[in-house]
């Protein structure tokens, strides 16, 4: 088996239908060494420059639902193209990235490839991308709608909590206190420390 056979067999198991052959020719133009990692959560996706190296190499988290996993594939492969086109000094996430990351989502951003309700806040996160969609709000909950329903049903985003109201956390309570700009204020009942946590954290409410 060819590596683009490899890589066609692995992204039509991780990414909707309608995008597989668009993501290859991505790589096809520029090859790297792709690779889908267990669960980060600070991060969905890496795309990290080494000098040292010809071909440099893209992870992913594997828990992506298709079309977070289409975003953040897009995301990645943009640092790439980036860098090669304007050279390794230029700012990760700056306009060169932004250009770059734009052009090679709109030939993406149709019902072909996303549901319409996600076109919307897709298109409006794209006049200006973030250097994760994870840090806009509306985007990531559209996007969670299409995340795989389990047994974790009673997960949500902290956002979703009313102030006042206590949750859980990797195991600890807290109580939710006043917003600021992307992250709420909350204290740890059992220390009374007050932690700066992002709106998105996903949370177990407590009744």
């Known amino acids: 088996m060819s590596s683009t056979e490899r890589l066609r067999e692995t992204l039509s198991q991780k990414l909707p239908t309608t995008a597989v052959a668009y993501a290859v020719s991505l790589w096809e133009r520029e ?11 600070s991060k969905l996706g890496d795309f990290r420059y080494r000098r040292d190296r010809k071909i440099q190499t893209i992870t992913i988290n594997s828990d992506l639902n298709p079309y977070q996993f289409l975003l953040t594939y897009i995301h990645e492969v943009a640092h790439l193209h980036a860098f090669v086109k304007f050279g390794i000094e230029t700012a990760p996430h700056g306009i060169e990235w932004k250009s770059t990351f734009h052009q090679l989502m709109i030939p993406l951003l149709s019902t072909t490839y996303f549901p319409i309700d996600l076109l919307i806040p897709l298109r409006k996160h794209m006049r200006n991308p973030k250097a994760s969609s994870s840090s806009d709000l509306f985007l990531m909950k559209e996007m969670s709608k299409y995340d795989q329903k389990s047994i974790t049903q ?15 956390l990797s195991g600890r309570e807290f109580e939710k206190g006043e917003t600021r700009r992307t992250r709420v204020l909350c204290q740890e009942v059992k220390s009374g420390r007050k932690y700066l946590i992002a709106q998105l954290a996903k949370v177990k409410p407590i009744d």
């Open 154 to 168: 009673e997960i949500v985003f902290l956002s979703d909590v009313k102030p006042g109201n206590r949750f859980l």
């Open 31 to 41: 090859p790297f060494s792709f690779r889908i990692t267990a669960t980060r959560k």
